[in-house]
Every structure is written in structure tokens, then in C-alpha cells.
């Protein structure tokens, strides 16, 4: 190898390490006793309470965290990630195919009604949209939890380039064949934004499960904590002290949250990559 | 738009009504209710309230921790967003060059994508605790007496690495996919220009990379004002002297835990502000990515 | 989509309902903030009202930190989905008892719905904290605790000292114990201790308005020179390494007590409970210091901790069980559970007097020194205090204490700093809520 490349793997090496390290501590501390950490330290390597840790934190009511079990959490966060995908996907690929497939006299307007999702972020808005939600008796509950996350600019501005760029014989063709507005959208489009959809459905399955302000202010009951909100609480606790902490359930609790999204994100590389070209720009 | 459409019926209405209606509900309508209450004194509980023009826009420019915070976090975004862009193109350019593990070096460097802002930082807190923490440890070994808990610039600087660290990952999958879409042929014919490499880096690539660095720069600082907010609420939550918090934490801070719904308002009004610069610059560069 | 958000709502809206109609036993609702050890408490305490009668069901919600608590039920109470009965902290009070139709006073519930009232029942220190300006109990003080002293034995005897009774003391034996390779002193909650309790101890008054219990047309009186200099002498003690400063989580600065790193640390009476499960060796607690260049003649402290405040717009149904759980609260067999459990205080006479019966504090006596300590001769200013936006001054003080701490500041000005930023909070206080 000439000495350039032998530079260009030490750099790329360095870089993965600083991803890793931190995570890799998080996981290995996460398998020791609570003394252990306390008295000294940190860990680099394994421990031998991994099953009791993690035991504790999936099954005990009111560990670490003092609230739901981390199983109910992980559930919790699982509907939140597929209810987010799937919600933004449904309605930001209908309106986009309204949109551009449809003459209609408001068709321009409506578009940047949804527009104004990009001006309007939820911190923005914070203290009057739990009002809403609250007055629709949907706290606590999980359409509480999503519909107020799932409109979509972004998802719209996607599926309308998405669908610009299917050829217009498509649906001359489709027409001639006597097909309507629906069959075309089910038969022909569907089927031809597969892929598209799934790159989507990877990135907004990740958002939505690391969603954390809007969780934190609309579930009262922590029946409905989410694994990110579980984190808040872990850190609550932490902070609070009054007993020896414990560290290692905190670390077993992050390398839970984070377990289910950085695997999906792995599994799926390529269409996540994609997504994430697609969606953000 | 396509040259065949349907038309004369009312399913494209059905069909944006579930987006327009959350919207409405969702967005504008809370929207237009903190622009409203940034005009009012109201207590905590919403029993009482009255009309005081620009009274909390007045308290909110004198208050010093305000201007503060304000300045932080101009500074603070663009820290992270210089720093993760620097890192990212640093190791996007060598990941494009090598011939060997490219995948794996992508695969490792990518996936804290899915690491949430309020894991990361509650692991970063950890690694940063006076007491037990290896970060600290570390770092009093070379001779820093880190100090998080009195030093702001210390814990200014714990924050923003753990925000870097989280965003890293979109960058170098930005310049990544920029570097490999960059032809060929230009590519050889850059090789043959110029033999230096960092020549040929910053004549040739880079100015190829702008658009694509330009608009990251808007999606980090996007990201440095609003998602960082997990990370603070972690690790810091705006301490040592308000040396670390955001506008965003300060939003909430004030208008959640201080109950001064007022006054948060009003914050919010500015950032919406904010954010609507933010998204002008955005905008206009996807309108011309759209037309190119 | 929207269908099915209506739908859901309204099927919440009919559940709501029958659930109402059917509940037997009648549902009420308490939001605290009791993590760690003490919320595990909070639990047995829950299960044994429920189990001790049948007509109504308490259900204990941790909601986070004192402060998350507080919001959620203002979010709440806003949205018309709030709890029977919310914890708020002593920072938070003014807040509650200052909007009026925000509660239901204590007092007048126990009368309507209760066995009656008597505030005489309770212990001095606990009586007028969280009182309105007429002297009438709004919310029922719970978890009382007062700041004590607590002190590594081992590391103390090592040192070959004693703890220290003054802030004199302390000067003369941080010294030694530096030598004997500990930190001499941290503390959890500046404000808290370094604030509002040196003012009580020193019997100093801290805010115009009778600290803020008359009007909330008031000023803070922070910027006094028995403040400053303490404060001198903390920023002295810090840069000679007799006072470590881990942060403003109180976690961190017990850890470093717990560790043994540090020989003596400033905390709550309520963390006994936690520091006896977690400390491997032996420790005692002892009064808060004071100044003896100040004052000759310290007072008692101020009760800190929070009340349960009983929140307006339920059923009478709902308000007799939050009678009924107050005064189960009030017991004081469960008062000397709870106390014996947690360390905070008992609230009622009696409740103390069957601590020193049942011979609690022959056994654990330093259990006894917080309530000893609420029990000092009272002053002009031992009462409390009741100031607005106090929440956001304490983050005012906090911020001017660390920058006073990292010399980024100076003595004068950091106290500049916090006499004007708590002065406009204040005054946006009283115009917000008059």
C-alpha cells in the first residue's frame, strides 16, 4: 500500500473509533454492577451482569427509570416509529398525488398551506398545540402521540418530484384502458414508488422513534413513555440521586433505545441512504 | 406540471384533506395562538390575562440572559456545523479514494444517524461525569482540568462535541453521495491538471461540493438550533450560568418549567423568524435544484 | 385519517364518561415528584390508603423532577385534564397560592369534606410555609425537609476534627482534613442552602413585603452585605480547595460525598433515607452552620420540600377522597413511616411525639437533628418567604453563583446582577398576576 492510503485508513480508522467509543462504553458498562461504576468507573469491557441489567431494566416496574417497564417503552416507541412512517407516507403521498395529478382550483394554494409546515416547527408552537391535543381528550393516547407529527412538507415536496418524473404516457396509457383516478394510483403508482417509499418509511421510522419534545410534553401517563422518554426519566433520576446511581441500568436502557433504530438503519443501508438523499433535500 | 391531469372531480380535495386539516389544526392554528399570546401577560393556570402590546418583547430584547443566549447560539451553530461538515468531508474524501473497506468504513460511520439527540446525550454525560466518567478521566490524564459543572467553556465544549458526533453521519453520507456523483471524466482529467492532491482537492472538487456544502450548512445550523435541544436537556440543561442554552431551551425553560407563558411566546415568535430565514435560504436553493 | 382522529376522540369522550359513571371505587389522582428511593416509598404509602379503605382509588404518577411536575399540571389544569392533587415545590408556591381558582385550600377542604382542621396540629416551622396572607393553610406541607449538615465520620476522626458548629469552625478545620486528602465540603442546591436558609439561620430578611407574603409588589433584598460575604468567603474556599462545586445536579455533589471523596456535604434532612442505603461508611448530620461574625443568636431554618396542593374543578365525590387521603397523610403513623423511611420531617406534633415514643431516635438519633432544627427559636424571617417566579430567580442565582465560582465575575457584581434580573422577574410576577 503506498504511504497516502496507509494515511487515508488511520484517518478513516480514527473517525470510526470516535463513532464508536462512545456506545461501545455505554454497552460494556452497561454489563457491570452499579458499585463497579460507582467506585471506578467507567468500563472497556464486558461485565458479568448483562442478564440481571438488562432483566431488570426490560421487566421491572419502576427501575431505573421509576415508571414502565423498558418493554412497555420499547413498544410504546415502536408504534410511535411505524404509526410516524406510515402516517407520513399515507398523507404526504396522497396530497402529492393530488397535487400533481389533478387539475383543481386550489391546487397551488393548498400546496403552500402544506408549504408552511416548514416555517412552523413544533418548538415553535409547543405550548398552544398541547392545548389542542388536550381539548381533543387525545393526551395519553397514541393518535395524540402521531397525528400531530405526521404532516409532512418534506414527504410532499418528495412524492410530488417523485411523481413529476413518471412518464406522462403512463397515464395516457392507463386511460385509454379506461382506468380511473384510483385504479391508476393503486395499480400503476403504487407499485412503481416501492422503493421510493420504503427509502422514506426507513428515514421516518428513525425520526419517529427518536422523537423527543413532543412525547415528553403530551404523555402524562407513563403507561404511554416512549424508550426516549425513558432516557429523560433515567437522566431525571441521575440527577436527582439520593441512592447509589445506577449507571449501568441508564447504559442498558441507551443501548436498548438505540439498538432497534441503528439495526433497521444497518439492515437496510442502501435504502436508507437513499432516503436520506431524497427526503432531505 | 404533467401535460395529462384528471380533472372535474372532487377526489383530489379528499385526497389533500387528511394533510390540510392537520395543518390547520396542528400548525397553524397553535401557531397563530402563540403569536397571540406573545401580546398578553397571562398566569400559569390561564385564569387571568390581559393585553400588554409589546411588553414581552420589550422584557425579552433588556433581559441580558436573552441577548446571551441569543449570542450562544449563533456561535454554537455554527461550531457544530463548521465542525461536523469539516470532519464529515475529511473522511468522505478519503472513504471515496480508498480502494479497500470502503463499505466498511461507511457502514461504521454512518449508523449514529439513528442514535436519538437525548441518548446521546445522556451517554456523553456520563462519559463526562466529574466522578466516574472516562471522558473526564481522559481528558485530567493530559492535563485539562475539565470542569464542566463552574467552567461554561468546558461545558460548552462537551455539548457541542456530542452534537457533532450525532451529526457527522448525514454529512458524510451528503459529501459521500456528492464525491461519487461527481463524473468520471472530470475526475481524470483533474488528475492529469493537477498532481497535487489537496490542489486537485480544493480547485477542482471542492467547488463542485459547494452546492451540496451550502445546503448542509442550512440543515446543520437547522440542526443546531432545534434538535440539540435533547442533547441540553441531558447533559447541561443550560448550566454552568446559562453558558450553554439554546434560544430553543429557553422557549422552553421559560414557558414550561418558569410558567411565564408570555414571555415564552414571544421567544417563539422570534425564532419563528428564525426559522423563516433559515428556510428562505433552503428554499431558494431547492427551487433552483429543481429547475436545474 | 382526520375521520379516525374524531372517531378516537370521541370514543375517549364516551370511555371518559362511562368510566365515570361506573367507577366504584371513585378514582383520584396524585402527581409527584418523588424519584429514587423516595417515590418506592410513595408507592406503599398508595397502596396501603387503598388498601385501608374501599370507596376510593389513589393512583401515584411520578412525573419527573419538581419542576416537570409542576408544568405537566399547569398543562394540564389549562386543558381541564388535571389531577386531584399535585406536589409543588416550595419555588413553585407562589405560583399556585397566587392564582386565585387555581386550588382548593386545604383548609377549607378539610373543613367541608374532612374531620375539620386545626393548623395549631402542625409543627411550627410547617405552619404558615405555604399559608395565603390571611394565615389560612392552602396547600398540606408532605415532604418537608430542612438542609443539614452531613459528615464522613471516618473522614472527620482521620482529620482528627470535629464538625463544625459555625462557618469559623469550618475555616479552621478545612485545612486538615485537605491534608488528610478529602474535599472538606460540597453541597447540592446553592439557592436552596446559600440563599433562602442563610438568610433564616442568620435571621436576615430577604425579600421587602415581609418576604413576599403580603404583596407581590416586592423587591428582593439578596444584595446584602452578610451575603456577599459568604459568598467571598465560598469563591476563597473553592480556589484553596475546601469546596468542590460538582455541578448543579444534586446527584453528582452527594456522589462525591458517598464516594468519600468528599469529607462534608450540605443536603436535604429527606436524603437520610437514600444516604443510609447507599453510603458504605458511617456518617452523622449535625445543624446547618452559621456565621458567628453575623449573628450570636441562629434561628431555624426554613422548611423546604414541597405541599400537596388540591387542584379546583373536580367532583365533590373526588375532593371527599382527597380528604380522606390527607388525613390518612396527616396520621401520624403514616407521618413516622414516612419519615422513618425518607428522613424528611414529620409535620404534625403528634407524629413527632410518637417518633420519640416508639424510641426512633434513641436507635438513629441523627434522624432527629432536622426536626430539631425546625424546631430553633423562630425569628422575624424564619416564616418563609413567598416570591414570584422564584423557579426562575433560583436559575438567576444560580447562573450569577457559578459565574462568581469560575471568577468570571466579581462578588459585587454577581449580586448586581441578581438584586436587578430578580427584580424584573418579580415585577413581571406582580403585573401578571394582579
Known amino acids: 500500500m503506498k504511504p497516502r492510503q496507509i494515511i487515508d485508513h488511520i484517518v478513516l480508522i480514527l473517525g470510526c473509533l470516535f463513532m464508536v467509543l462512545p456506545v461501545w462504553i455505554a454497552l460494556t458498562s452497561s454489563t457491570h454492577s452499579a458499585e463497579t461504576l460507582f467506585r471506578e468507573g467507567l468500563q472497556l469491557w464486558f461485565g458479568d451482569q448483562f442478564v440481571e441489567n438488562y432483566r431488570a431494566v426490560l421487566l421491572e416496574q419502576g427501575g431505573v427509570t421509576k415508571t414502565s417497564t423498558a418493554l412497555r417503552m420499547l413498544f410504546n416507541s415502536l408504534i410511535l416509529g411505524l404509526g410516524f412512517a406510515v402516517g407520513k407516507i399515507v398523507i404526504s403521498m396522497l396530497a402529492a398525488y393530488a397535487i400533481v395529478y389533478f387539475r383543481f382550483k386550489m391546487a397551488e394554494f393548498l400546496f403552500w398551506i402544506i408549504f408552511l409546515t416548514l416555517l412552523l416547527p413544533l418548538e415553535v408552537r409547543i405550548v398552544p398545540s398541547y392545548a389542542v391535543v388536550a381539548q381533543l381528550g387525545l393526551l395519553n393516547t397514541y393518535t395524540g402521540l402521531i397525528v400531530p407529527l405526521i404532516a409532512s412538507a418534506t414527504g410532499t415536496f418528495f412524492f410530488r418530484q417523485f411523481f413529476k418524473s413518471v412518464p406522462d404516457e403512463l397515464l395516457e396509457a392507463a386511460r385509454i384502458d379506461g382506468a380511473g383516478p384510483i385504479r391508476f394510483f393503486i395499480d400503476i403508482l403504487l407499485p412503481l414508488s416501492k422503493t421510493m417509499m420504503a427509502a422514506i418509511f426507513i428515514i421516518m421510522f428513525v425520526t419517529g422513534w427518536n422523537q423527543y419534545l413532543w412525547p415528553l410534553i403530551m404523555t402524562t401517563d407513563d403507561s404511554m413513555y416512549t424508550i426516549v422518554i425513558g432516557i429523560k426519566q433515567a437522566f431525571q433520576v441521575l440527577y436527582e440521586g439520593g441512592e447509589l446511581p445506577r449507571v449501568q441500568e441508564a447504559f442498558a436502557l441507551t443501548i436498548l433505545a438505540v439498538l432497534p433504530p441503528v439495526l433497521v438503519v444497518l439492515f437496510f443501508q442502501r435504502w436508507f441512504v437513499r432516503g436520506l438523499l431524497e427526503s432531505e433535500k | 406540471m404533467k401535460r395529462v391531469q384528471f380533472s372535474g372531480t372532487p377526489l383530489p380535495y379528499f385526497f389533500v384533506l387528511p394533510q390540510i386539516a392537520i395543518v390547520i389544526v396542528f400548525f397553524l392554528w397553535p401557531a397563530a395562538q402563540a403569536v397571540y399570546k406573545s401580546f398578553l401577560l397571562e398566569d400559569a393556570w390561564g385564569l387571568t390575562s390581559q393585553f400588554v402590546w409589546f411588553r414581552n418583547y420589550e422584557d425579552m430584547v433588556l433581559d441580558a440572559d436573552w441577548v446571551n443566549t441569543a449570542v450562544f447560539t449563533v456561535i454554537f451553530s455554527m461550531i457544530i456545523a463548521f465542525a461536523s461538515l469539516a470532519i464529515a468531508l475529511t473522511l468522505a474524501v478519503r472513504a471515496n479514494d480508498i480502494l479497500r473497506g470502503a463499505s466498511t468504513y461507511k457502514t461504521l460511520l454512518i449508523w449514529t444517524y439513528a442514535v436519538a439527540p437525548a441518548v446521546a446525550g445522556l451517554i456523553g454525560n456520563l462519559l463526562f461525569n466529574p466522578l466516574i466518567g472516562s471522558m473526564t478521566h481522559l481528558l485530567h490524564a493530559l492535563g485539562w482540568e475539565f470542569d464542566r459543572a463552574s467552567n461554561g467553556f468546558d461545558a460548552a465544549f462537551m455539548i457541542s462535541l456530542i452534537a457533532v458526533w450525532k451529526q457527522v453521519s448525514v454529512n458524510f453520507i451528503f459529501f459521500l453521495a456528492g464525491l461519487q456523483g461527481i463524473s468520471k471524466s472530470v475526475q481524470e482529467a483533474a488528475i492529469l491538471d493537477c498532481r497535487s492532491r489537496s490542489k486537485r482537492f480544493w480547485t477542482i472538487t471542492f467547488p463542485l461540493l459547494a452546492p451540496t456544502t451550502f445546503f448542509l450548512l442550512v440543515i446543520n445550523m437547522t440542526y443546531a438550533f432545534f434538535d440539540t435541544f435533547g442533547i441540553i436537556d441531558t447533559t447541561t440543561r443550560g448550566a454552568p450560568g446559562g453558558s450553554t442554552q439554546t434560544l430553543v431551551y429557553k422557549v422552553y425553560t421559560d414557558g414550561f418549567i418558569g410558567a411565564d407563558l408570555g414571555g415564552s411566546s414571544a421567544q417563539s415568535v422570534v425564532l419563528l423568524l428564525m426559522v423563516l430565514v433559515l428556510t428562505a435560504f433552503q428554499f431558494r436553493f431547492i427551487e433552483r435544484k429543481v429547475h436545474y | ?434
Open chain 3, 1 to 434: 385519517m382526520q375521520r379516525k382522529m374524531l372517531f378516537a376522540a370521541a370514543l375517549a369522550g364516551v370511555m371518559g364518561a362511562s368510566g365515570l359513571a361506573q367507577a366504584e371505587p371513585t378514582e383520584i389522582t396524585l402527581w409527584h415528584a418523588m424519584g429514587g428511593r423516595l417515590g418506592e416509598v410513595v408507592d406503599e404509602m398508595t397502596a396501603e390508603f387503598n388498601a385501608s379503605q374501599d370507596e376510593y382509588k389513589l393512583t401515584s404518577i411520578y412525573k419527573g423532577g419538581y419542576e416537570d411536575t409542576m408544568t405537566a399540571a399547569i398543562a394540564a389544569f389549562r386543558a381541564g385534564q388535571q389531577p386531584d392533587v399535585v406536589q409543588v415545590f416550595d419555588a413553585g408556591s407562589a405560583t399556585i397560592i397566587n392564582a386565585p381558582g387555581a386550588v382548593f385550600p386545604v383548609e377549607d377542604l378539610m373543613k367541608k369534606y374532612g374531620v375539620g382542621f386545626d393548623i395549631d396540629a402542625y409543627i411550627p416551622g410547617v405552619r404558615y410555609f405555604y399559608a395565603d396572607s390571611d394565615g389560612k393553610m392552602i396547600g398540606m406541607p408532605f415532604n418537608s425537609s430542612t438542609p443539614l449538615l452531613y459528615f464522613n465520620k471516618e473522614a472527620l476522626t482521620k482529620a482528627g476534627v470535629e464538625p463544625p458548629k459555625t462557618w469559623e469552625d469550618f475555616e479552621a478545620i478545612a485545612p486538615k482534613l485537605v491534608e488528610a486528602g478529602y474535599v472538606p465540603l460540597a453541597q447540592s442546591h446553592s439557592p436552596w442552602i446559600f440563599a433562602e436558609n442563610f438568610h433564616s439561620r442568620h435571621n436576615i430578611q430577604m425579600a421587602t413585603a415581609n418576604n413576599g407574603f403580603d404583596s407581590t409588589d416586592v423587591k428582593i433584598l439578596y444584595n446584602n452585605d452578610a451575603m456577599k460575604m459568604h459568598w467571598s468567603k465560598v469563591k476563597d474556599w473553592k480556589d484553596k480547595g475546601y469546596y468542590g462545586y460538582y455541578g448543579r445536579n444534586w446527584g453528582d455533589n452527594q456522589d462525591a460525598f458517598v464516594q468519600g471523596k468528599v469529607a462534608m456535604w450540605l443536603g436535604s434532612s429527606g436524603s437520610f433515607g437514600g444516604l443510609r442505603k447507599s453510603a458504605d461508611f458511617d456518617f452523622g448530620t449535625t445543624y446547618l452552620p452559621y456565621w458567628e461574625s453575623i449573628t450570636k443568636d441562629p434561628k431555624g431554618t426554613f422548611i423546604g420540600g414541597a405541599a400537596l396542593f388540591a387542584l379546583s374543578g373536580k367532583s365533590d365525590e373526588e375532593y371527599k377522597g382527597v380528604a380522606k387521603f390527607f388525613e390518612y397523610m396527616t396520621k401520624p403513623e403514616t407521618q413516622f413511616f414516612w419519615h422513618k423511611e425518607t428522613g424528611y420531617v414529620p409535620i404534625t406534633t403528634d407524629a413527632y411525639a410518637l417518633a420519640k415514643k416508639a424510641g426512633y431516635y434513641d436507635e438513629t438519633p441523627d434522624a432527629e437533628v432536622g426536626i430539631q432544627q425546625l424546631s430553633l427559636p423562630a425569628g422575624e424571617w424564619t416564616k418563609g418567604y413567598r416570591l414570584g417566579y422564584y423557579v426562575q430567580i433560583r436559575e438567576v442565582m444560580y447562573k450569577h453563583f457559578e459565574q462568581l465560582l469560575n471568577g468570571d465575575e466579581t462578588v459585587d457584581a454577581a449580586f448586581d446582577g441578581i438584586e436587578t434580573e430578580s427584580d424584573e422577574l418579580l415585577d413581571r410576577f406582580k403585573d401578571t398576576y394582579n
